[in-house]
């Protein structure tokens, strides 16, 4: 016979016939178990006994051995499917060639950040919060301004043709930092054909269009190459 034993004394008989069977049984237990959350990487463990009753339905111990599971917390929705998490320097800081990474004891800290939504992931490698042994533990933190400027940045010098680096312009430039308003406009992504010999007032181009304009990117629009050429 086998018992399951959670150190709160809490106590089940398991319908098992190998300790194998009984610690795999176990572990079901603890991951179905309502622990308190705290938004973090928890470790939970209990312990499994073999016993057997004598003619005095006394229980003898036969056997025991510990186990344990890694509880980590949900994943927080993301705005796209999923998570895209990343580590810029820009926003992270940190060694250049590591960004987002700090020693800690004898581990380190990552801080990753998702490109979608913002939020961020923090995996601490000697997490020391849950007793003297180091663990491993993962949370999430909600976005904040300079995540969601980030975001919009990305979206931006991500977009994959000049018809979608216009509509991200006109939804996310608004949320962009002050950085990137006053510098980065000039490195936005082109999409193909040769780049204009002059280039003042043009932002961005494919192999038959320009972007173009003065001010702020709702004052630019789209001209074919032939306009600009015939200077319409
Ligand atoms: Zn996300």
């Known amino acids: 016979m086998f018992k399951y034993l959670e150190e709160s004394r809490y106590e089940e008989y398991l319908n098992a016939d190998t300790m194998t069977e009984a610690l795999e049984q176990a572990k079901d237990l603890l991951r179905e178990g309502d622990w308190p959350h705290e938004g973090k990487t928890a470790y939970v463990a209990a312990e499994v006994v073999e016993i057997q009753e004598d003619p005095d339905g006394n229980e003898i111990e036969l056997d025991h051995s ?17 998570h895209d998490w990343c580590s810029p320097h820009e926003l992270l800081g940190g060694l250049e060639e590591n960004p987002g990474v700090s020693g800690n004891g004898g581990g380190v800290i990552i801080t990753e950040v998702c490109r979608h939504c913002g939020r961020y992931r923090v995996t601490n490698t000697w997490d020391q919060s849950q007793g003297p042994e180091p663990v491993e533990t993962i949370e999430y933190h909600e976005a904040d301004e300079a995540s969601r400027e980030w975001c919009a940045e990305q979206a931006i010098l991500n977009a994959p043709s000049l018809d979608a680096l216009v509509e991200a312009l006109a939804e996310h430039f608004d949320n962009t930092s002050e950085r990137f308003q006053d510098r980065s406009l000039v490195e936005l992504p082109t999409f193909g054909g040769a780049e204009p010999e002059d280039t003042r007032g043009v932002w961005s181009w494919d192999e038959n269009r320009l972007l173009i304009g003065e001010g702020n990117p709702d004052e630019w629009e789209v001209v074919t190459r032939t306009e600009w050429a015939s200077g319409e």
């Open 66 to 82: 510990a186990v344990s599971v890694r509880l980590d917390p949900p994943v927080p929705p993301c705005e796209a499917d999923q």
